[in-house]
């Protein structure tokens, strides 16, 4: 079982980018979805694990959301600052949605986001 995402890139600040975590062996529809993300030097920190609340630095910019039927989640990356700069992940856990790392069961291996000029 494992999730794995896609999506990442180099993007100029201001652009989008919209990430994908497919999940193999097991059915997403059943799981609850976090993402999070880890910049250089810094603590991974979590970004959204419901689609109705937000850290803060990304409100009203990323978007998460997932289809089923695709078996995949996504984060909607709008007005990308520098500081978005990060290896993203999505997390996948079946008891309820958090913002604790360690309720997740499955990661994904994270996939590299650059915003630059």
């Known amino acids: 079982m494992q999730l794995v995402e896609s999506g990442g890139g180099l993007v100029q600040p201001g652009g989008s980018l919209r990430l994908s975590c497919v999940a193999s062996?097991?059915?997403?529809?059943?799981?609850?979805i976090g993402w999070f993300r880890q910049a250089p030097d810094k603590d991974r920190e979590d970004i959204a694990c419901?689609?109705?609340d937000y850290t803060d630095s990304v409100k009203g910019r990323f978007t998460i959301s997932r289809d089923n039927a695709k078996n995949t989640a996504y984060l909607q990356m709008n007005s990308l600052k520098v500081e978005d700069t990060a290896v993203y992940y999505c997390?996948?856990?079946?008891?309820?949605?958090?913002?604790?790392?360690?309720?997740?069961?499955?990661w994904g291996q994270g996939t590299q986001v650059t915003v630059s000029s």
């Open positions: 997390a996948a856990n079946r008891r309820y949605p958090s913002y604790a790392e360690v309720e997740y069961d499955y």
């Open positions: 062996g097991f059915s997403l529809e059943h799981y609850h």
């Open positions: 419901i689609s109705t």
